[in-house]
């Protein structure tokens, strides 16, 4: 009888020990991170407003149209100010399509015009444009798609 509830028993110690060594080697941070991440949700404090329609930018070349960039655009807003956006949508695009049309004038469309300083002035033009119309509730905009067509 010993004989049999001896191997079971050795096998019970074994995994015991085994589990009491993991739990007492694991290292600190990740115990602290996994009880960081399950217990505290980081609560929102902006939201993104798609808007509708993609804007269409024709790069003149010469005195004719070259090429056609298309943009998609998102505006990071306060929490709470989706409806804004919306109700202020046309005369923001209006703006934003100004800013576009004179960097492509100023040729930022041209060449590598995905570079990441070039995109970085077209970015900070966009967003004060639309804070000069909506105010502080406009974070930022995102350019969440951007394609050139050449003709």
Known sequence: ?????????LILVGL????GAGLFLRPADEHVEAEASTSEE???VSEFVKLNNQFVIPVVEKGRVAALVIMSL??????????????????????????????????????VFTDGANLIVLRRALTESAQ????????????SDLSRQDS
Request: aromatic fraction near 4%; avoid cysteine; proline fraction near 5%.
């Open 74 to 111: 998102n505006v990071e807003v306060t929490l709470g100010a989706t409806e804004a956006i919306f109700s202020q949508e046309p005369k923001l695009r209006d703006a934003m399509l100004q800013i576009m049309f004179d960097h492509a004038n100023a040729g930022g469309f041209k060449g």
């Open 42 to 44: 980081v609560p929102a």
């Open 132 to 143: 000069n119309i909506m105010g502080e509730v406009v974070k930022d905009v995102l350019i």
């Open 1 to 9: 009888m010993i004989a049999k509830i001896l191997p079971i028993l």
């Open 16 to 19: 015991g020990a085994g589990l």
